[in-house]
């Protein structure tokens, strides 16, 4: 059997896309853990050791057992200070969960919202019982079973639920700058945007309110925050960005306007180029032929 350590980062990131869930033991897979700090898929880590995680407004300091979720739509930074970190590390897609009938929407998880409870603490007790459910799906992972992927999926069911009875942790403490914190995670998401890469898939996320959604805070908090730090309103960062990456589209690509308008998410053309001109003076078109 091929030892994990020597498996390229590549084969990892191509089963996960793949199969839409990885598993695998932390101090035997170092270098992968640290390629999805990409965060692109929902994360259940079972890890013992001294680390702080940052995640949106709140830090939290850990020294030994917990159960961390981390949802791909929240940014979040973790700093391991032991010098020997163990434990697993279950990655997956919400599309792979979805096939589960009793599957919920993720975001809508206490354990993976933004003003929920993402970090658990675990007694030796709790650790071994979660030990072995991360054993059987690294088991189950390896095999040739026809339906390990529904056994895959139930292991998962059974580590939610059996977080979502344990008592919340209180060792939270809030940012001294809770503004800042939440100003950081919205800019990080802006700019997890771009750049645009096909002119088939529109933007996602276009107003402040997208935003705040995403972020499951209000959206007058998020704005707050965000003039508060920032000096600037939401909208202004949301449209400098826009902004940007069209002037590069129109720059280096040899899209039609009609195809850059629909990427950065304008229902109609029109609504583009009166965007534009209002931000530049100009239009479109005039813009691209100036820079030919």
């Given at each position: 059997?091929?030892?994990?350590?020597?498996?390229?980062?590549?084969?990892?990131?191509?089963?996960l896309?793949?199969?839409?869930?990885?598993?695998?033991?932390?101090?035997?897979?170092?270098?992968?853990?640290?390629?999805?700090?990409?965060?692109d898929?929902?994360?259940?880590?079972?890890?013992?050791?001294?680390?702080?995680?940052?995640?949106?407004?709140?830090?939290?300091?850990?020294?030994?057992?917990?159960?961390?979720?981390?949802?791909?739509?929240?940014?979040?930074?973790?700093?391991?200070?032991?010098?020997?970190?163990?434990?697993?590390?279950?990655?997956?897609?919400?599309d792979?969960?979805?096939?589960?009938?009793r599957?919920?929407?993720?975001?809508?998880?206490?354990?993976?919202?933004?003003?929920?409870?993402?970090?658990?603490?675990i007694?030796?007790?709790?650790?071994?019982?979660?030990?072995?459910?991360?054993?059987?799906?690294?088991?189950?992972?390896?095999?040739?079973?026809a339906?390990?992927?529904?056994?895959?999926?139930?292991?998962?069911?059974?580590?939610?639920?059996?977080?979502?009875?344990?008592?919340?942790?209180?060792?939270?403490?809030?940012?001294?700058?809770?503004?800042?914190?939440?100003?950081?995670?919205?800019?990080?998401?802006?700019?997890?945007?771009?750049p645009?890469?096909?002119?088939?898939?529109?933007?996602?996320?276009?107003?402040?309110?997208?935003?705040?959604?995403?972020?499951?805070?209000?959206?007058?908090?998020?704005?707050?925050?965000?003039?508060?730090?920032?000096?600037?309103?939401?909208?202004?960062?949301?449209?400098?960005?826009?902004?940007?990456?069209?002037?590069?589209?129109?720059?280096?690509?040899?899209?039609?306007?009609?195809?850059?308008?629909?990427?950065?998410?304008?229902?109609?053309?029109?609504?583009?180029?009166?965007?534009?001109?209002?931000?530049?003076?100009?239009?479109?078109?005039?813009?691209?032929?100036?820079?030919?």
């Amino acid at each position: 059997m091929t030892n994990n350590r020597e498996r390229p980062i590549s084969e990892f990131n191509n089963e996960l896309k793949l199969k839409g869930f990885n598993v695998f033991q932390i101090e035997k897979d170092g270098n992968a853990t640290k390629i999805y700090s990409r965060k692109d898929f929902y994360k259940i880590c079972l890890t013992t050791g001294k680390s702080i995680i940052h995640y949106a407004d709140r830090s939290f300091e850990a020294h030994d057992t917990i159960l961390f979720f981390g949802n791909p739509h929240i940014p979040y930074s973790w700093e391991t200070l032991s010098t020997k970190y163990v434990g697993y590390t279950c990655l997956f897609s919400e599309d792979f969960l979805k096939q589960s009938e009793r599957s919920d929407s993720l975001q809508q998880s206490p354990l993976f919202k933004l003003g929920g409870t993402p970090i658990l603490k675990i007694n030796e007790t709790q650790r071994e019982f979660l030990n072995g459910i991360f054993t059987k799906m690294i088991e189950e992972q390896q095999s040739d079973y026809a339906f390990k992927d529904d056994l895959i999926r139930n292991y998962i069911q059974l580590i939610l639920h059996e977080a979502m009875k344990l008592q919340p942790s209180e060792n939270y403490d809030q940012h001294k700058n809770a503004a800042s914190r939440l100003t950081a995670v919205f800019l990080e998401l802006l700019e997890r945007q771009f750049p645009i890469e096909t002119s088939g898939k529109p933007l996602q996320l276009r107003t402040a309110q997208d935003y705040a959604n995403h972020l499951s805070v209000h959206v007058n908090y998020l704005n707050r925050a965000i003039k508060e730090v920032t000096g600037k309103p939401t909208t202004t960062h949301i449209s400098e960005r826009i902004l940007s990456e069209s002037r590069a589209l129109l720059q280096h690509t040899n899209w039609n306007i009609s195809e850059i308008a629909y990427s950065l998410g304008f229902e109609y053309p029109t609504y583009f180029n009166n965007f534009f001109k209002k931000q530049t003076g100009t239009n479109p078109k005039a813009f691209r032929n100036l820079e030919v």
